[in-house]
């Protein structure tokens, strides 16, 4: 066995909890609650919250879900 093959072999290796925990609380720390695209996805978010409240549809629906999964991924822990 060659030693391409041995390095074909092995599966990857998964960051351990406690550095994945790290990275995010440091990706965290980095957004600040004033920054200015953390605050226009928030206005976005406020306008699309109202218009499903106003509109309940499956299209307004996505869009929402689409953009709370954006600021969930963005910023850890600024959903409201």
Known sequence: MTSETTLA???????????????????????????????????????????YEHHPSEHNRYQLVKLERLITEWAPGSLN
């Open 9 to 51: 072999l092995r599966a990857p290796v998964a960051p351990s909890s406690l550095s994945l925990k790290i990275w995010v609380s440091r990706r965290v720390e980095r957004v600040n609650s004033n920054h200015p695209v953390l605050n226009a996805l928030e206005a976005q978010l406020r306008e699309l919250r109202l218009r």
